[in-house]
């Protein structure tokens, strides 16, 4: 068995409904229910102001008073002006939908008028009453503004005055945004800036990382120019491998004058930056000539012409 859902609950969804109803009609009722807890605010200022006192002379009262009466009876009484003849189905409709919107507002400004010159005499006075006056005949004035169906009945049989058909309720449940007359734009804003502000962050990161990616071929910049002029750095290269094959061809020779044939390795720096391991008794035979000279040639300084003799058996 299915349960029933309160009557309470049921009257809190349609309340909700017809609030939230995504229709030109809820649109307009929408604007005009933002401007009922205005009076709020206000009220609680004045409070503040006055100190709490509630007297007040008795001509601010009657001021706040007259100006309620008189909006209350504007409201009631005026209506929509008559739509002209000859018009289409379709510019009916909007011509009808534009007028009633124009009477919703002005219904609005007309029961904000009192609470205005009431919180004015409130102060003027010093007390609460003239401003309680006001809001006393300034509620049921924005009440009058919702579009009901007694509000939007007699605004269409107003504009149907010269016999022109007024398509108004044709027109109010076309399909409209669900907004709020100073909450949405405010809430708009603040969405635009939020994705602004993420945008310039994503901005900032992604130049932040190409930054990071580019210092490092900043830094091996200098390196590869150093490596391109290395045209006036090879000379001292070349000479730094010369010094080091001068100094081991020097100690080759002392090694062979000494009769020690001492095979062992040496590692040179070529002009080109490579390391080549060579014998020190080989690199000292290349470098003279592949003559092996003996003690003798090297005392005389001549060349020997005798032929050496056999070994006798």
Not at 74 to 83: D, F, I
Not at 166 to 188: E, G, N
Not at 249 to 254: E, G, I, L, M
Request: some cysteine.
């Amino acid at each position: 068995m299915v349960e029933r859902p309160r009557k309470s609950f049921r009257l809190i969804e349609t309340a909700t409904d017809a609030v939230l109803q995504p229709t030109q009609e809820g649109e307009l009722r929408r604007r005009v229910l933002f401007w009922v807890p205005a009076p709020v605010p206000v009220l609680a200022l004045v409070y503040l102001l006055v100190g709490g006192e509630l007297s007040a002379p008795g001509w601010t009262i009657l001021l706040a008073s007259s100006v309620g009466v008189g909006t209350l009876l504007l409201a009631l009484v005026v209506q929509p002006t008559p739509l002209p003849e000859g018009l289409s189905p379709q510019v009916s409709a909007r011509r009808s939908l534009h007028r009633f919107r124009q009477f919703t507002s002005l219904r609005v400004c007309l029961a904000l008028v009192p609470v205005l010159l009431g919180a004015a005499a409130s102060l003027v006075g010093g007390g609460l009453y003239p401003l309680l006056a006001a809001l006393t005949l300034a509620w049921p004035q924005l009440l009058l503004a919702l579009p009901t169906f007694f509000t939007i009945t007699r605004a269409r049989r107003a504009m149907e005055a010269w016999g022109t058909t007024a398509y108004l309720w044709h027109a109010l449940s076309r399909r409209a945004a669900v907004t709020w007359p100073v909450a949405t734009p405010i809430a708009r804003a603040w969405r635009r800036w939020r994705e602004e502000r993420d945008r310039r962050r994503a901005e900032a990161a992604s130049a932040a990382e190409r930054t990071a990616a580019e210092a490092p071929e900043a830094g091996a910049a200098p390196v590869g120019a150093d490596s391109g002029d290395a045209g006036p750095a090879a000379p001292a290269a070349g000479d730094r491998a010369a010094r080091v094959d001068a100094g081991d061809t020097a100690d080759a020779r002392d090694g062979s004058r000494s009769g020690a044939g001492i095979w062992t390795e040496r590692t040179r720096v070529a002009a080109d930056g490579t390391r080549v391991i060579v014998h020190r008794a080989a690199r000292s035979i290349i470098e003279r000539g592949g003559a092996l000279r003996t003690a003798g040639r090297d005392r005389h300084g001549t060349r020997s012409t005798r032929r050496p003799s056999s070994p006798k058996p």
